[in-house]
């Protein structure tokens, strides 16, 4: 039993060896001076050893890069064998439990701690023995794992204690600091790498402090994160943060990290746009309106979600909520659509699937020819796309799909239903050439209601589009408000999820 009790713990060993090793991680470099390497719980050059739970202890999805550079399991304190003072707790594994507890899928952590106590940002400049002891481990890091999926997510940055004792190194520290991110950026080959830097909690001169604090406050450079750590409760010192406060920090930082990723090239956009007929609009939506006044009525199926954000009138990206077309759709009051229900659907039923930005463009009462190349809609439609598509930093998301509800207002004469299928296709055409997307995906719903006489032209015309990539929902027997021509809430939620059905089905 002892001979199986030893093979045993063999074979556990080698488990762990292999997925710190082979599995693809999400990396994260942590630099700068002691209170990123932590002395959290360290007094007179001794840890308490004292491990917050759940905060700080091991987790079996987050590993270390150790002064070996090779993985192994991280444990308190993150920064043995690296910085060679005493370390105690710092606020790098809280930063990671956190972000677990929050993205329970977001996978396997490295993290490569690289803070050394008591440093300059001049001896982080490039050509130091500390900026390639950086440079190397993080490329040591990702050619470490073995995997081309293993990313640099960001680098966890808290300096500048060391640059409050004197004048010259406090004024300097801005223009130092933007050419050590630039450099940094430059040799890993990340040129848009996120910076989340810490916003100084103490120094050695308080106005010196001031300016160092203002010069990090006030960083220029794209893509860098501030998290201000003042505030936060200091050790006895009045220079480090304490346990509680490294715990609070990590949190912070996680935070930020996944503020990050609402707004980034994560985002995968909807395009929802709709043409409807008279003065109203289904892909709009009306659902709750009556007389042109809203019931203010949201079903849990449109509630606001942290995860679906909407592109609004002055092409900002907001957390979405009903009703989704308002400001974009000024003709007609507007409620429920099908826009919320689709994206909130979408999550519920893929829950890893992401951050889901909507770009709202319908507009009421048009028709198809409305829509065509040149004209004022198809050229706003275009615009608020390719805002979408690109960030500030330069990064880029991606459009997943339009959904498409229009064409009751091509019911009323036959000349509009007869050429509709034509101009439906012209449309598909030339808006994937200017989006240069050939194969975007078009979800197209199949009329529910429309002129008597001519609506079942168009929805042959919509239902048999003969072009690749197009999908056809029908609405036909959803129900209808008492106009007997828009959805009503419940009509809107139920093609909401029709739509995502649609949107699945491929994959």
């Known amino acids: 039993m002892k001979n199986l009790f030893i093979l045993l713990v063999l074979a556990f060993i080698n488990a762990i060896n292999h997925q710190a090793h082979c599995e693809s991680k999400h990396i994260f470099l942590l630099a700068g001076q002691s209170n990123m390497a932590g002395l959290g719980g360290v007094a007179k050059r001794r840890w308490d050893h004292v491990v917050p739970e759940p905060e700080c202890i091991r987790n079996p999805n987050i590993f270390k890069l150790n002064a070996a550079l090779n993985w192994e399991p991280a444990e308190e304190p993150l920064h043995a064998g690296i910085d060679i003072r005493t370390n105690g707790i710092g606020p790098g594994m809280p930063f990671a439990n956190s972000l677990l507890r929050k993205l329970p899928d977001y996978g396997v952590i490295g993290l490569v701690p690289c803070a050394i106590s008591g440093t300059r940002i001049v001896q982080w400049q490039k050509g130091t023995d500390l900026y390639h002891m950086l440079l190397s481990r993080a490329q040591a890091a990702v050619k470490q794992n073995g995997n ?83 505030g936060l409760a200091l050790e006895d010192d009045n220079l480090h943060l304490t346990t509680s406060a490294q715990v609070r920090l990590g949190n912070m930082l996680s935070d930020a990290f996944i503020d990050y990723t609402r707004i980034d090239g994560r985002i995968c956009i909807s395009i929802c746009c709709e043409y409807t007929a008279s003065a109203h609009s289904n892909m709009a939506g009306l659902g709750g309106v009556v007389k042109n006044k809203w019931d203010h009525l949201v079903p849990p199926e449109s509630s606001p979600n942290p995860n679906i954000l909407k592109l609004n009138a002055e092409l900002l990206w907001e957390v979405a909520e009903e009703p989704l077309h308002s400001g974009i759709d000024t003709n007609v009051t507007n409620g429920i659509g099908p826009g919320m229900p689709f994206a909130n659907s979408l999550l519920q039923t893929i829950p890893d699937y992401g951050i889901i930005g909507l770009v709202p463009c319908a507009i009421s009462g048009t028709k198809i020819i409305d829509w065509q190349k040149g004209t004022i809609f198809y050229n706003q439609l275009v615009d608020r796309a390719m805002v979408a598509l690109q960030n500030d930093d330069g990064s880029f998301n991606t459009i997943d799909a339009l959904l498409w509800y229009q064409g009751e207002s091509d019911t009323m004469s036959q000349a509009d239903a007869n050429a509709y299928k034509g101009r439906l296709q012209q449309f598909i055409i030339d808006l994937r050439a200017d989006l240069n997307l050939p194969n975007l995906l078009i979800i197209e719903v199949a009329l529910a209601s429309g002129g008597k006489n001519y609506i079942d032209i168009v929805r042959q015309a919509q239902l048999n589009t003969e072009l690749p990539n197009v999908r ?36």
């Open 148 to 230: 081309d999926s293993s990313t640099i997510e960001a680098l966890l940055w808290y300096q500048g204690e060391s640059d409050t004792k004197n004048e010259r190194d406090a004024y300097a520290y801005k223009g130092r600091l933007e050419q050590f991110i630039t450099d940094l950026r430059t040799d890993l080959n990340l040129p848009h790498l996120l910076i989340i830097q810490v916003v100084l909690a103490s120094g050695k001169k308080e106005y010196l402090l001031e300016v160092v604090r203002k010069s990090q406050l006030h960083i220029v450079l794209p893509n860098v994160k501030c998290v201000d750590a003042m």
């Open 472 to 507: 056809c929902v029908d609405a036909r027997g959803l129900p209808l408000q008492r106009d007997k021509l828009h959805l009503n809430t419940t009509g809107q939620i139920q093609l909401g999820n029709l739509l995502t059905d649609a949107f699945i089905s491929p994959f």
